[in-house]
């Protein structure tokens, strides 16, 4: 519930889990057609991406080793830490130590931490939050009674920052803000440029940059991936990860949170004790086999993996702007360059007996069995999040039936 300053503080009762529920339960059981799943984000539903191969062999292998049947130290094993070091290294102007690495049972539970350390370090602070973004965000906030404030994403300009907007939200009891790169649920990819505009912003207003980077490397369009943690020396980053996007496991639970501070500023303040203190007192990491894994799992994929799904991908993206666009009651400003989602804004003047995305939504499952996601679960009403990470014919199917949907309720000229 927000008040008139942007500010939330109760939990919001949606949560992307919850409303996918809801819309399941129209499905029509007659419907003898495939149902098709593009309102969540997990693409391993589909065989075309299914993880390497050499992954598996590495749980495999540290499953029989026998030697990692042991509880895992809170902060994550020493040769999974470095490892995780070494393979961010690889893209940052410096190097990270396995010192700079928490390891946590997927990018969730290092959001969980942060925002509870934040929030018990300092009970009014409060944190800034792209809008539209991630709800588990603002789920666990409200959880742990952090105060959030929502800075605008521009859809005419690539889904860039407000900064005006952004800057004018801030006071002095704002402590970080979170940036989400490669975009959900937009799929944009920022630029260099943009990043250190980002990273300048947080040291004029002298807070620290939480950077979700889960979707790291899958990009397809002109705009490379540049991590946060580059502009580390201008304001301190905490950058949040997992395997479960790149490598298309999210149920392996293996995330990870990382220092990118090569000044040394942030690692000895308040709020990092607060986290390893929470990282402690949960006592939780990701299973110790599954940690211990990271290694050879490193080691052992191969760019063509990587190569191969960014490939299905691209052409996902194509196909599901291009079949958009024939649609009349749906525009895509945006053409996604990363990520596996893209945003759509419904022309409800357009349509007969729609009266908003839930409506859509909650139709849509009814009479073509296709999941989207009603935008207002991101933070924007009467747009959809559709998941492209699909096989492509049965994206193909799906956009079909969006279209002759919108067609069937299109109003009559
Ligand atoms: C999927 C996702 C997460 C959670 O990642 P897990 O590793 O599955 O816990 C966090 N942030 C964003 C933006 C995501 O899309």
């Given at each position: 519930m927000?008040?008139?300053?942007g500010?939330?503080?109760?939990?919001?009762?949606?949560?992307?889990?919850?409303?996918?529920?809801?819309?399941?339960?129209n499905?029509?059981?007659?419907?003898?057609?495939q149902?098709?799943?593009?309102?969540?984000?997990?693409?391993?539903?589909?065989?075309?991406?299914?993880?390497?191969?050499?992954?598996?062999?590495?749980?495999?292998?540290?499953?029989?080793?026998?030697?990692?049947?042991?509880?895992?130290?809170?902060?994550?094993?020493?040769?999974?830490?470095?490892?995780?070091?070494?393979?961010?290294?690889?893209?940052?102007?410096?190097?990270l130590?396995?010192?700079?690495?928490?390891?946590?049972i997927g990018c969730?539970?290092?959001i969980?931490?942060?925002?509870?350390a934040?929030?018990?370090?300092?009970?009014?602070?409060?944190?800034?939050l792209p809008?539209?973004?991630?709800p588990?965000?603002?789920?666990?906030?409200?959880?742990?009674?952090?105060?959030v404030?929502?800075?605008?994403?521009?859809p005419?300009?690539?889904?860039?920052?407000?900064?005006?907007?952004l800057?004018?939200l801030?006071?002095q009891?704002?402590?970080g803000?979170?940036?989400?790169?490669?975009?959900?649920?937009c799929?944009?990819v920022y630029t260099?440029?943009?990043?250190k505009?980002?990273?300048?912003?947080?040291?004029?207003?002298g807070?620290?940059?939480?950077?979700?980077?889960?979707?790291?490397?899958?990009?397809?369009?002109?705009?490379p991936?540049?991590?946060?943690?580059?502009?580390?020396?201008?304001a301190?980053v905490?950058?949040?990860?997992s395997m479960?996007?790149?490598?298309?496991?999210?149920?392996?639970r293996?995330?990870?949170?990382v220092?990118?501070?090569?000044?040394?500023?942030f690692?000895?303040?308040?709020i990092?004790?607060?986290?390893?203190?929470c990282?402690?007192?949960?006592?939780?990491?990701?299973?110790?086999?599954?940690q211990?894994?990271i290694p050879?799992?490193?080691?052992n994929?191969?760019?063509?993996?990587?190569f191969?799904?960014?490939e299905?991908?691209?052409?996902a993206a194509n196909?599901?702007?291009?079949?958009?666009?024939?649609?009349?009651?749906?525009?895509?400003?945006?053409?996604p360059?990363?990520?596996?989602f893209?945003?759509?804004?419904l022309?409800?003047?357009?349509?007969?007996?729609?009266?908003?995305?839930?409506?859509f939504s909650?139709?849509?499952?009814?009479?073509?069995?296709?999941?989207?996601?009603?935008?207002?679960?991101v933070?924007?009403?009467?747009?959809?999040?559709?998941?492209?990470a699909?096989?492509?014919s049965t994206?193909?199917?799906?956009?079909?039936?969006i279209k002759?949907?919108c067609?069937?309720?299109?109003?009559?000229?």
């Amino acid at each position: 519930m927000e008040n008139g300053n942007g500010k939330l503080k109760v939990a919001p009762a949606i949560t992307i889990r919850g409303v996918i529920a809801k819309i399941m339960q129209n499905l029509n059981k007659d419907d003898q057609r495939q149902i098709i799943p593009l309102g969540n984000g997990d693409p391993s539903a589909f065989p075309c991406f299914r993880t390497t191969l050499s992954a598996e062999d590495a749980i495999v292998d540290s499953v029989r080793s026998g030697k990692f049947n042991c509880y895992s130290p809170s902060v994550g094993i020493l040769q999974a830490r470095r490892a995780i070091a070494d393979y961010l290294s690889n893209d940052l102007p410096y190097k990270l130590s396995p010192d700079d690495v928490y390891l946590t049972i997927g990018c969730t539970q290092a959001i969980e931490v942060v925002l509870t350390a934040i929030s018990l370090s300092n009970p009014v602070a409060n944190i800034l939050l792209p809008r539209p973004g991630y709800p588990f965000y603002e789920t666990w906030a409200a959880f742990s009674n952090l105060e959030v404030r929502h800075y605008d994403l521009l859809p005419g300009q690539s889904w860039e920052v407000d900064f005006e907007d952004l800057e004018a939200l801030a006071d002095q009891n704002t402590v970080g803000m979170v940036i989400i790169n490669p975009g959900n649920p937009c799929g944009n990819v920022y630029t260099s440029q943009h990043l250190k505009k980002f990273a300048e912003m947080a040291r004029k207003l002298g807070i620290f940059v939480i950077a979700d980077e889960v979707y790291d490397h899958l990009t397809f369009a002109n705009t490379p991936f540049v991590p946060m943690g580059t502009f580390g020396s201008i304001a301190p980053v905490l950058t949040l990860g997992s395997m479960s996007k790149r490598w298309i496991v999210p149920g392996w639970r293996l995330g990870w949170m990382v220092t990118c501070d090569p000044n040394g500023k942030f690692q000895n303040s308040m709020i990092m004790k607060s986290i390893i203190e929470c990282l402690e007192i949960s006592s939780e990491a990701p299973p110790t086999f599954i940690q211990a894994a990271i290694p050879q799992i490193i080691e052992n994929t191969k760019e063509a993996f990587f190569f191969k799904v960014v490939e299905i991908l691209r052409v996902a993206a194509n196909i599901c702007f291009d079949k958009l666009n024939e649609i009349p009651c749906i525009s895509c400003p945006c053409k996604p360059e990363g990520c596996m989602f893209v945003m759509v804004k419904l022309n409800l003047l357009m349509m007969d007996d729609i009266s908003d995305d839930v409506e859509f939504s909650l139709k849509l499952a009814k009479e073509e069995s296709v999941i989207v996601l009603p935008g207002v679960t991101v933070g924007l009403k009467n747009w959809l999040r559709i998941l492209f990470a699909c096989d492509h014919s049965t994206l193909e199917d799906a956009l079909r039936r969006i279209k002759a949907f919108c067609e069937r309720h299109a109003k009559k000229q």
